[in-house]
């Protein structure tokens, strides 16, 4: 899949498979490296590259019910103030999001 594919077409991609399990294979300055798969023996099924990466929070590996909504783009203006201040330099940029089973907090 192209990486310059949107939200849902990704979340289409992500669901046909009954679950994933998501790895932080690269992160090297401004580009990260994501990969999904059903079982790492057998390779890859997915893979995610993010460009002019600024801010990363996330795990290194985690797994997801891919029943629901996986991946997600929320609008910057939605965000509280102080979490647009720790993503965004100049308060300017995109964040992406991923729902992570396992994982209580924002």
């Known amino acids: 899949m192209d ?3 949107d939200g849902q077409a990704l979340n289409v991609a992500i669901m046909k498979h009954p679950w994933m399990d998501f790895y932080l294979v690269s992160l090297d300055e401004t580009r990260a490296l994501i990969r999904g798969t059903l079982d790492i023996s057998y390779g ?3 893979h ?8 990363i929070d996330c795990p290194i590996s985690w797994k997801t019910d891919t029943g629901k909504e996986v991946f997600s783009q929320p609008s910057p ?3 509280p103030d102080e979490v647009r201040q720790r ?5 300017d940029g995109d964040v992406f999001r991923f729902a992570i089973d396992g994982f209580h907090g924002p």
Request: charged share 20%; no cysteine.
């Open 87 to 91: 993503l965004f330099d100049n308060n």
């Open 44 to 46: 890859y099924h997915l």
């Open 48 to 55: 995610i590259e993010f460009i002019g990466v600024g801010y």
């Open 3 to 5: 990486h310059r594919t």
């Open 77 to 79: 203006e939605t965000l």
